[in-house]
């Protein structure tokens, strides 16, 4: 059973920096593509980032490139989120998300290609 639980969330001022996790159980990582999302109050699930299976290709959400890091290690069935120069706009819950198909890279915003979701971290950005 595909098992993802994201920890590492918190309150952080603007400028500051955040490292989320994803653990992962129940499947071998390495087959597998995982996303970042994130959902404001009122506002519509935002795909963030991903690093798909195979080829570790990355995706990044204008909002964030240059800013925020994708990584996975696959020994230790993990994928983090590095999150740097945050800003208020980006707090929300964030999840991360699991799928074994391979799919073009642009597929990573959507979350309907992914079909296994951890509970959410809480980030918030504030002075």
């Known amino acids: 059973q595909v098992q993802l639980v994201e920890s590492g969330g918190g309150l952080v001022q603007p400028g500051g920096s955040l490292r989320l996790s994803c653990a992962a159980s129940?499947?071998?990582?390495?087959?597998?593509?995982i996303g970042w999302f994130r959902q404001a109050p009122g506002k519509e699930r935002e795909g963030v980032s991903c690093?798909?299976?195979?080829?570790?290709?990355?995706y990044y959400a204008d909002s964030v490139k240059g800013r925020f890091t994708i990584s996975r290690d696959n020994a230790k069935n993990m994928v983090y989120l590095q999150m740097n120069s945050l800003k208020p706009e980006d707090t929300a819950v964030y999840y991360c998300?699991?799928?074994?198909?391979?799919?073009?890279?642009?597929?990573?915003?959507?979350?309907?290609?992914?079909?296994?979701w951890g509970q959410g971290t809480q980030v918030t950005v504030s002075s």
């Open positions: 998300a699991a799928d074994h198909r391979f799919w073009g890279l642009a597929m990573c915003a959507i979350p309907e290609s992914f079909g296994s």
């Open positions: 690093i798909r299976r195979s080829d570790s290709s990355t």
């Open positions: 129940g499947f071998t990582l390495d087959y597998y593509s």
